[in-house]
């Protein structure tokens, strides 16, 4: 008895087309046609050897509009193996990605350069995208493509397609010494309303002015971090020391600085912007 969507014949006609269906010398199963497409709510093609020969095709939708004034709840819903967001009038409007996903499924995210801002893209309600925490979004910006892959019903990760620095246009200092703490130790600085989830890295410009001739050191590392990854150090009285930590953040955009002792004026921080993939 065949099982069900078992090809037997060698030629079998769908619709007006004729796909043919034989064994090769190897014992390999050949699918041919102008045509062919495979259609069902899960279709399995398995074997030895498998190969596709032609064109590829996978299911695309276009011209999507992002959902005005973002969020999750509301958030435009992508289907489709690729999708193509050609509005996107303010920063943060939304899309979603597709809910219960296969294991294995994937979607690419495809923001026009044409849009006016960068796009936030959520997982579905109670899933997540790479190691940020449940419903966290990633923007993906004007120009840019990012492709998701499920690894279960719950679970995206996002693929790499190189790197790109997003500047920027920063009017004022975003950390002066009168939020600062300075005595040695570490404290958080949430920057999280500065940069995307998505960032993998950020350049701070740090300033810092001493009002003795012992050396001041402002460091930096991640949130939860052990190792510092940069410094700026002011060490003549009246001087301002300037310089760039190139640092990141924990999932939440929290990241962590010292200031060696109380005897400094001056001091800011600046983020200078951010690495985002894409």
């Not at 014949?9 to 796909?19: F, P, S």
């Not at 074997?47 to 020969?53: D, F, K, Q, V």
Request: glycine content about 8%; some cysteine.
């Amino acid at each position: 008895m065949m099982s069900a969507n078992q090809i037997s014949a060698d030629n079998v006609t769908v619709g007006t087309r004729v796909v043919t269906a034989a064994l090769d010398a190897t014992g390999s199963t050949l699918l041919s046609g102008s045509t062919t497409t495979i259609s069902s709510a899960t279709t399995t093609l398995s074997g030895t050897n498998t190969t596709l020969s032609g064109e590829l095709r996978v299911s695309t939708t276009n011209s999507i509009t992002a959902y005005a004034g973002g969020g999750q709840a509301n958030a435009t819903q992508l289907s489709g193996t690729v999708c193509r967001i050609t509005t996107c009038a303010t920063s943060l409007d939304s899309v979603k990605l597709p809910a219960t996903p296969a294991a294995g499924q994937r979607c690419l995210v495809i923001v026009d350069s044409t849009c006016a801002a960068g796009c936030a893209v959520y997982p579905g309600t109670g899933d997540a995208i790479d190691a940020l925490s449940a419903n966290a979004y990633i923007v993906i910006h004007p120009g840019s493509t990012q492709e998701f892959v499920a690894v279960s019903a719950s679970q995206w990760y996002t693929t790499i397609h190189g790197m790109r620095f997003i500047l920027r246009q920063a009017t004022a200092t975003d950390l002066e010494e009168t939020s600062m703490t300075a005595d040695n130790s570490f404290y958080d600085w949430d920057i999280s309303a500065l940069i995307p989830p998505a960032a993998y890295g950020m350049p701070v410009h740090v300033q810092v002015r001493v009002t003795d001739e012992s050396a001041k050191v402002v460091t930096m590392r991640p949130n939860g971090g052990t190792h510092t990854v940069g410094q700026v150090e002011a060490s003549v009285t009246g001087d301002a020391a300037r310089g760039v930590i190139i640092t990141k953040t924990d999932a939440s955009g929290v990241l962590e600085y010292r200031i060696s002792a109380a005897t400094v004026t001056d001091c800011n921080f600046t983020v200078v912007g951010y690495w985002v993939q894409g």
